[in-house]
């Protein structure tokens, strides 16, 4: 059973798009986040919901918009997209105070 | 603010030999560590954590993690290497009353080789 899936695995799209890339965990958490890792592998979160509520919102452009429809569910809209958004996109989960469980990630090229 | 500082872009090692990848961490308080891999073309994992209790702490695949507050580390430690531990190798610090925010270290890349 997969514990915290993504989908799309891959994203090529050309400048100025808008795209969306859903997250769902079947594990029961409370909290979910959304973490860019770049092209050197540096990981930095930037957003997190407990319970459908945003709790995290770090410097983020706001053309991402974060939605989490219910507690397993959450989803990144990204608007306007720039070379700059390409990067691997991960989504996490965990039960607060508790480990993040990852997802696969989703590997977003902007054209 | 939290920061973790893992010194070692690379580390290698040789299969047998016990490995030591090293973190350091700066948090207001009581710290809640962690240690996530990163295989290639895969979301991270879970290894181990410290919260409270013991300083030594145990995790998967043998790996152990040892907390040392007036050094304010967390080093990775496996006592035999195996090849298959070849993987980015992630340091991460939460503050207490910090809400969820995981702060990341840069990465260590761990090579074992024959």
């Known amino acids: 059973d997969t514990a915290v899936s993504q989908t799309p695995k891959y994203l090529v799209t050309q400048m100025g798009n808008d795209k969306s890339i859903k997250c769902e965990q079947n594990?029961?958490?409370?909290?979910m986040y959304w973490y860019k890792q770049d092209s050197k592998k540096f990981l930095k979160i930037m957003f997190s919901?407990?319970?459908?509520?945003?709790?995290i919102n770090e410097t983020v452009p706001n053309r991402f918009s974060p939605k989490s429809p219910d507690k397993a569910h959450l989803n990144l809209h990204i608007n306007s997209l720039e070379l700059g958004d390409s990067a691997v996109y991960f989504c996490a989960s965990s039960q607060f105070p508790h480990e993040q469980f990852f997802g696969p990630g989703t590997r977003l090229t902007v054209l | 603010a939290q920061s973790v500082a893992q010194p070692e872009d690379q580390v290698n090692v040789a299969e047998g030999n016990p490995l030591t990848v090293k973190c350091t961490y700066s948090v207001s308080g009581n710290p809640y560590l962690f240690w996530y891999v990163q295989y290639p073309n895969r979301g991270l994992q879970f290894l181990l954590k410290?919260?409270?209790?013991?300083?030594l702490v145990k995790g998967s695949y043998g790996f152990e993690a040892e907390f040392n507050k007036s050094q304010t580390s967390f080093h990775l430690k496996k006592p035999s290497a195996l090849v298959s531990d070849s993987a980015l190798y992630f340091c991460a610090v939460r503050e207490p009353g910090g809400g969820n925010k995981l702060t990341f270290g840069t990465g260590t890349q761990l090579k074992v080789e024959l």
């Open positions: 919901y407990n319970n459908k509520e945003l709790i």
């Open positions: 594990l029961g958490h409370d909290t």
């Open positions: 410290y919260i409270t209790g013991d300083n």
